[in-house]
């Protein structure tokens, strides 16, 4: 049925900007400009956090910056692909992708490399790619794909339907073990299921059913005694004996050290010497507190709540249900992303593995993120057709 | 799809709201309200100062025999902090037990032995081969913690030799930190603790070197330091002392105090005199130099580098030990006995109370005139009587009675003399501190009828009684009673009677030296006070007191039998004191050559006898060698008082 809509837009790409109906006449700008705006935030921020390091080390002390910008560049193609590719394409394609996702994730598991306690990630030639950055993306389609093509309320059947959809693939995650995409993974269930009109008290019973199910897992010794260390040192930071409490203290003494206008870039003393850990990964952000202060911090939060606020808009304005919820389910992707990465480095939030996305310095999630944002731009631009 | 999307829509921008609004909040809490603490937490992160101490400077004899050097030892060291945190601990040090040779438990025996510092590497092997020292210089990722070291620290290559003197060092405590931080002390740091070490610290102690390091958060040192401040070593101190006559006073001391433990006191118990202690000091008279100071027992300071093990330190404070590290010619309070008598004299005669030439009677006892009953009576020590005595023969046979009748005539004119002994014992400079550079001198003691008064009334327990009694002054005549000196004091007080009555407050360190033997400063003596003798009357007490050692009857004439008198003559005194409860003190004092000396000699032995029997024999060991003679073993004869 959608296949036809999908072709005849992919015909009407060619003439470009001149009609009003051209989609093309719909891309939205200010989310382009403020997602590039991150992203060349973050290639300086990536070079700043690992010049010194490389260079004493004898390396090229562009190496992570000359491969962070190579994946942004990878990323607008891939981002230029989802936005022109209709939207329902992808919907009605779904199950592929949901089934190629599922194959991947548990491939990954038998095949796939071992890095910092995980088998997260296959190594092709000089890069890794970790499946489960794109799953974060196939998934939100898969969900808004489904309860877009629910008819009438959303009973218990599709409610259930929904959860083991999401489970499968988080699951897979769970056995990497990556602990932070399974929570992004959760995150985006929620929100799918908030916008999708689940009734709020089936919400409240499935989040408590999840608290229970938490403190199970802690208690019965599924998590690894490091995660749960991990997950559990920003309630107590005082304990310093553990490593991840080191960490997160470090963090807050590189962002609280940055006062308004941070040390300067490049000046970080807590980034620049290393005492932040993955400081051009996970806790890239502590290298723009330290070194860039409120100011710098302030302004690329606020770049995110543009790229939400245009996500948040496109839902809205989304022409189907479909795309409704792959916008919302991209905001509550980038949205949990950056209130976890950043709020980790401030000791609000446990410390997990979850890249601050377009920042951290990382091909799968950077490329992954710019889809997710190509989906948001497509739903955009094919409001009216 | 339900048509209230768009409030449900709503409900996904307000979470997103506020979980932005969250973390913004929480910036503005720790980049603006909080950043302080922040701000220098990240300060003392990267930069770390690292302190190397510098070399002490040497101590040196007077003729620059060195007596307290440095070692420089190539040593294994364990940084415990860093150790003990790494994950690869286990496997480090089953690695350095192999290199040292030892067993995983005696590596961590080393590693928490008490005696270090907490605040330094402990070392756990010293004078590492050149294999072991490489090898831990090329593992270092592998040996967290543990390095390859030069420490420098105290060795004393005449071992013992005048331990006191010299002191140790130890580790810095609380209060010394806390008094010495502006000087740039720090935690960890040796400082000395007692003699020479702790008097001469500000010179002895160098600068360290200060190396300012930016360090990452594994510890790692980035690039080249920040800033290097090379260390300054300590200067030297050359001291007055000679190695030699102070081995000789050490040497003869021991010896007196073994032959004392030999004899039988004979007039008491009939037991052996326990002898457990004792002094030797010779100054020079000319300038107050002390050339040799010998307290026993005495310790050795080697014990305390690197910290002392509590089993010995425990042991040095036990009573039976006699508590060695007591610097007795400083800090031991005795009752001079006749040794006094020279104080006496010289206030009799200057207060015209009496001449040199006039004699009194010597009956072996004196009565207090108008006074009945046993304790008016004093007799002489051993019970002879000596006829009719002068000044000179009163000092060569040690007459009390004549001394008991100065004393009695001083009370019974008090309106005309005054408090006469007393003022002439605080010019000979008793009752007050020497003035000798070194810690916890003791004051000793002269009563007098006001502070016998005070002393009662402040404490009526321990002195029962206030009044004050001709048999005070009889017992203060002849330095018994509560007269108490110092072994220095008494060698001070002769060498100023020696001297024709200069008082030098003894010095024990000669000059400052620069590691080539540059002068930075000279010690210079210093005169403390002086004492008026009349000629006459120095020639008579000069006379008595080279009669009691050459004399055939002086107290001290068998003690220096066979001594060269003619080549280094020697006038002295012997002294028995009293003690309550214990055996007689032994004390000798003297000065060579008699007319113009350049040694003054005090020797008390705790517990021996007599004075002419056992010290007097050990200051003669010592005169010996000054005259050129070998010193003999010593053998103690019958003197007596």
Redesign the interface.
């Known amino acids: 049925m959608a296949t036809l809509a999908a072709g005849s837009s992919s015909r009407a790409t060619v003439p470009a900007r001149t009609s009003t109906a051209s989609p093309w006449y719909h891309v939205d700008l200010v989310l382009v400009a403020a997602a590039l705006a991150i992203a060349a935030y973050g290639l300086v921020m990536v070079y700043s956090a690992t010049r010194v390091r490389l260079g004493e080390e004898g390396l090229d002390p562009a190496y992570f910056l000359q491969r962070q910008a190579l994946f942004v560049a990878i990323g607008l193609g891939v981002m230029v692909v989802t936005a022109v590719v209709d939207y329902r394409v992808f919907r009605d394609n779904a199950w592929v992708l949901y089934g190629g996702t599922v194959v991947v994730l548990g491939l990954v598991l038998v095949l796939g490399s071992f890095h910092k306690g995980q088998v997260a990630s296959f190594d092709i030639g000089p890069f890794q790619l970790q499946p489960s950055e794109f799953g974060k993306v196939t998934m939100v389609v898969t969900l808004a794909a489904y309860v877009g093509s629910v008819r009438g309320e959303m009973g218990a059947r599709q409610v259930v339907t929904v959860l083991a959809l999401t489970g499968v693939p988080l699951g897979l995650i769970w056995l990497q073990p990556d602990l932070g995409t399974s929570m992004v993974f959760v995150a985006a269930l929620l929100a799918v299921l908030v916008a999708s009109g689940v009734k709020g008290r089936v919400i409240l019973a499935l989040l408590l059913a999840g608290v229970v199910a938490s403190v199970l897992v802690v208690q019965l010794g599924v998590l690894k005694q490091y995660q749960v260390d991990r997950l559990t040192s920003f309630l107590d930071p005082q304990n310093d004996t553990q490593r991840s409490a080191y960490n997160l203290d470090q963090s807050k003494t590189a962002i609280g050290s940055g006062g308004l206008t941070g040390k300067g870039l490049f000046k970080g003393t807590q980034t620049n010497l290393s005492y932040v850990p993955e400081q051009h990964t996970d806790f890239i952000f502590t290298a723009v507190g330290e070194q860039l202060g409120l100011a710098g911090s302030a302004l690329l939060l606020a770049l995110f709540a543009v790229v939400v606020w245009r996500t948040w808009r496109s839902a809205a304005l989304a022409k189907d249900t479909a795309g409704t919820l792959i916008c919302v389910g991209v905001l509550a992707v980038i949205t949990f992303q950056v209130f976890e990465n950043v709020g980790m480095t401030m000791g609000i939030m446990p410390i997990t593995g979850i890249p601050l996305p377009l920042m951290s310095y990382g091909g799968s999630a950077t490329l992954a993120t710019f889809a997710a944002i190509g989906l948001v731009l497509n739903v955009h631009m094919r409001r009216f057709s | ?2 048509g ?3 409030l ?2 709503a ?3 307000v ?2 709201v506020s ?2 609004s ?3 909040a ?3 809490y ?3 309200l ?2 302080g ?3 220098q ?3 003392s ?2 930069v770390r100062l690292l302190y190397e101490e510098a070399p002490r400077g040497r101590i040196l004899d007077r003729n620059g025999n060195v007596l307290v050097d440095n070692r420089r030892s190539q040593a294994i060291t364990v940084n415990k902090a860093i150790l003990e945190r790494a994950p690869d601990r286990d496997e480090a040090k089953v690695k350095l037990a192999a290199l040292l040779g030892i067993g995983l438990e005696e590596l961590q025996r080393r590693i928490d032995d008490v005696r270090y510092s907490q605040y330094k590497p402990v070392p756990v092997l010293e004078d590492a081969t050149p294999e072991q020292f490489t090898y831990v210089r090329e593992h270092q990722p592998e040996l967290p913690g543990i390095e390859a070291t030069i420490v420098s620290e105290r060795t004393y290559p005449n071992g013992t030799l005048a331990a006191h003197l010299l002191g140790y060092v130890g580790e810095i405590n609380d209060t010394e930190l806390a008094a010495r931080k502006k000087d740039g002390y720090r935690l960890g740091d040796t400082i000395g603790k007692s003699g020479v070490e702790q008097v001469y610290e500000s010179d002895l102690r160098g600068q360290p070197s200060v190396t300012k390091l ?5 510890g790692e040192v ?2 080249a330091p920040l800033d290097v401040k090379p260390a300054v070593p300590g200067h030297d101190v050359q001291l007055t002392i000679d190695v030699g006559l102070q081995q000789l006073a050490e040497d003869s001391l021991a010896q007196g105090l073994a032959a004392a433990r030999e004899q039988v006191d004979r007039n008491g118990d009939g037991r052996h005199y326990p002898a457990p202690a004792g002094s030797v000091v010779v100054l020079d008279p000319r300038d107050g130099s002390v050339l040799a100071m010998a307290s026993y027992p005495t310790y050795n300071p080697g014990d305390f580098v690197n910290g002392i093990k509590p089993e010995v330190f425990a042991a040095m404070n036990r009573p039976e030990s006699y508590f060695p590290l007591t610097n007795r010619t400083i800090q031991g309070q005795y009752a001079p006995g006749s040794t006094f008598k020279l104080v006496t004299a010289t206030a009799a005669t200057a207060k015209g109370l009496i001449s040199p030439g006039a004699t009194i009677r010597d009956t072996g006892s004196y009565t207090v005139p108008g006074c009945k009953g046993e304790q008016c009576s004093f007799r002489n020590a051993g019970g002879q009587s000596y006829g009719p005595v002068d000044l000179r023969r009163a000092l060569t046979v040690s007459s009390d009675v004549y001394f008991y009748q100065l004393g009695a005539r001083f009370w019974l004119g008090r309106g005309q003399y005054g408090n006469g002994i007393q003022d002439t014992a605080r010019a000979y400079g008793l009752a007050a501190r020497s003035g000798i550079p070194l810690p916890s001198e003791q004051k000793g003691f002269i009563p007098d009828p006001e502070l016998k008064k005070k002393r009662h009334e402040e404490n009526p327990k321990a002195f029962p009684y206030g009044g004050w009694f001709t048999g005070d002054n009889i017992n203060m005549a002849v330095g018994q009673g509560d007269v108490l000196v110092t072994p220095l004091q008494l060698a001070d007080a002769y060498a100023q009677f020696g001297n024709g009555g200069v008082r030098f407050a003894p010095r024990i360190a000669a000059r400052v030296l620069d590691r080539d033997g540059k002068v930075l400063r000279e010690e210079a003596p210093r005169e403390a006070g002086s004492v008026d003798i009349a000629p006459a009357t120095r020639d008579a007490i000069l006379q008595g007191l080279e009669g009691a050692v050459s004399a055939r009857d002086g107290t001290a004439a068998a003690a220096f039998a066979g001594y060269p008198e003619r080549t280094l003559p020697v006038a002295g005194k012997t002294g028995t004191a009293q003690v309550t409860g214990k055996k007689d003190t032994a004390v000798f004092a003297a000065f060579a050559p008699a007319d113009q000396p350049q040694y003054a000699v005090a020797v008390i032995l705790e517990e021996a006898g007599f004075g002419g029997t056992a010290a007097a024999p050990v200051a003669r060991r010592i005169f010996d060698q000054l005259a050129g003679q070998p010193p003999g073993p010593i053998r103690l004869g019958t003197g007596s008082d």
């Open positions: 799809m339900p209230n999307l768009h449900r829509l409900v996904v921008g979470v997103a979980l932005f969250a973390l913004f929480r910036l503005w720790l980049q603006v909080d950043s603490s922040f701000v937490a990240a300060t992160n990267q930016q360090v990452n958060s594994a980035l690039g």
